[in-house]
């Protein structure tokens, strides 16, 4: 059975950083394309980073993030990471980990989500 | 960037009834479209991809159309289950794109 389990959330002021962390289990990490997907309060989905976690060539950021966030992996962990720095208000959301189908696919399996909060 | 706009926002529906959500993109994406469905405090579940397979486990009673630019999402016969959030999402380009969301509602 696929689980995907975010933690690192939590309230952080505007400027500062956090890591947040999934831990994977069920499939092969090691040879999977990984995303992070996030949803701030009472709004829609809004797609953030993905990466290929057997070649660390293969990086995607939305420009929303770019330079400010990075995506990660530990393969002998199973565990994928969302370094991000520089918060702003507007980062505010719930973050999802989720794992995405054979060869680039959809989005099929998703975290519980872990919530992160930009705010003074 | 692929914008998708989906329509209606809100569909007002009984159980039984049948719900039509539709997704139109900004250019084509082929048939690299899917459907997932939210629930109050839970994480998107996977409903339809590339724009006419059902996922594991999805019942029969929800189909997927449509190619290019045109997308549709059926539930035949509402249950009590379906009513949720449904959004629409491309991968043909980067960035990946989400529709706004369209809520299905206990009329």
Do not use: H
């Amino acid at each position: 059975e696929v689980q995907l389990l975010e933690s690192g959330g939590g309230l952080v002021q505007p400027g500062g950083s956090l890591r947040l962390s999934c831990a994977a289990s069920g499939f092969t990490f090691s040879s999977s394309v990984m995303s992070w997907v996030r949803q701030a309060p009472g709004k829609g989905l809004e797609w953030v980073s993905t990466m290929d976690t057997t070649r660390g060539d293969k990086i995607f950021y939305a420009d929303s993030v770019k330079g400010r966030f990075t995506i990660s992996s530990d393969t002998s962990k199973n565990t994928l990471y969302l370094q991000m720095n520089g918060l702003r208000a507007e980062d505010t959301a719930t973050y999802y980990c989720v794992k995405r189908m054979a060869n680039w696919g959809f989005f099929d399996y998703w975290g519980q989500g872990t919530l992160v909060t930009v705010s003074s | 960037e692929i914008v998708l706009t989906q329509s209606p926002a809100t569909l007002s529906l009984s159980p039984g009834e049948r719900a039509i959500l539709s997704c139109k993109t900004s250019q084509s994406v082929s048939s690299l479209l899917a459907w997932y469905q939210q629930k109050p405090g839970q994480a998107p579940r996977l409903v339809i991809y590339d724009a006419s397979n059902r996922a594991t486990g999805i019942p029969a009673r929800f189909s997927g159309s449509g190619s290019g630019t045109d997308f549709t999402l059926t539930i035949s016969s509402l249950e009590p289950e379906d009513f949720a959030v449904y959004y629409c999402l491309q991968r043909i380009s980067w960035p990946l794109t989400f529709g706004g969301g369209a809520r299905v509602e206990f009329k």
